[in-house]
């Protein structure tokens, strides 16, 4: 069954440093996401990106956030200055068309300190 | 925006108890779909729900989509241990060629043996 991988599964990192979370969607999807939990609650959606731009973006997704997909496989997320109310669960997602179902990630789970 | 509610937020059972979870969203969507996410895990693609009043069995879960297309619901009949877990729906409403799935909060399924 194919996977959507997630790297790295946990990270910690101080209060305004930098942190790029990486995912390689399935190989033949063309749609990819971004989506956050913060822990016990919902599923928030972030960004939506199709054709190397972004598609749709959440209020949640503002100046502080970046994505990539620099290279046929990888696909990325940058929070350029962290912040406490950061700390969450972050998963990527993809699909091969725009209303199938996503796979999702294992996850990353950051920790800002 | 578009919202998806989705209630109970939580519910404790028997083992062998029947479960359901309801699903609704302030807007007609394209289609509606359901996720599992296991306590530490990430969530899991159940079924996709397109035409008004459908209903899809799988096992001992049955879903149905709303005719007005603005609700769903899950019901498990004869609840196990291994149905632990929360249950999303997640709410798709796409023009042109993009959307994004809206989560609910979803429902915290837990089985006592």
């Known amino acids: 069954e194919p996977e959507v991988t997630q790297t790295p599964s946990h990270q910690v990192t101080q209060m305004g440093q930098e942190v790029i979370l990486r995912c390689v969607p399935i190989s033949n999807h063309l749609y990819f996401y971004w989506y956050r939990q913060i822990l016990g609650q919902k599923v928030e959606f972030l960004v939506s990106?199709?054709?190397?731009?972004?598609?749709?973006k959440s209020e949640i997704f503002d100046d502080q956030f970046s994505v990539e997909r620099p290279d046929g496989s990888n696909f990325t997320l940058k929070i350029r200055s962290t912040k406490l109310e950061d700390s969450a669960m972050y998963f990527c997602a993809s699909s091969n068309r725009s209303w199938n179902s996503y796979t999702f990630g294992s996850g990353t789970r950051l920790t800002v300190v | 925006g578009q919202q998806v509610m989705q209630i109970p937020q939580y519910q404790h059972v028997q083992e062998g108890e029947d479960f359901t979870t309801y699903c609704n969203s302030s807007?007609?969507?394209?289609?509606i779909q359901w996720y599992k996410q296991r306590p530490g895990g990430h969530p899991v693609f159940l079924i996709q729900?397109?035409?008004?009043?459908e209903v899809k069995k799988q096992k001992r879960l049955t879903f149905q989509f709303g005719e007005a297309k603005k609700n769903s619901s899950l019901h498990i009949t004869a609840t196990q241990t291994t149905d632990v877990g929360t249950y999303f729906c997640?709410?798709?409403?796409?023009?042109?060629?993009?959307?994004?799935?809206?989560f609910g909060k979803g429902t915290k399924l837990s089985v006592k043996p």
């Open positions: 990106f199709y054709n190397n731009e972004i598609s749709e």
């Open positions: 729900l397109v035409k008004s009043g």
């Open positions: 997640a709410g798709l409403n796409y023009g042109g060629s993009q959307g994004n799935l809206i």
């Open positions: 807007t007609t969507l394209s289609n």
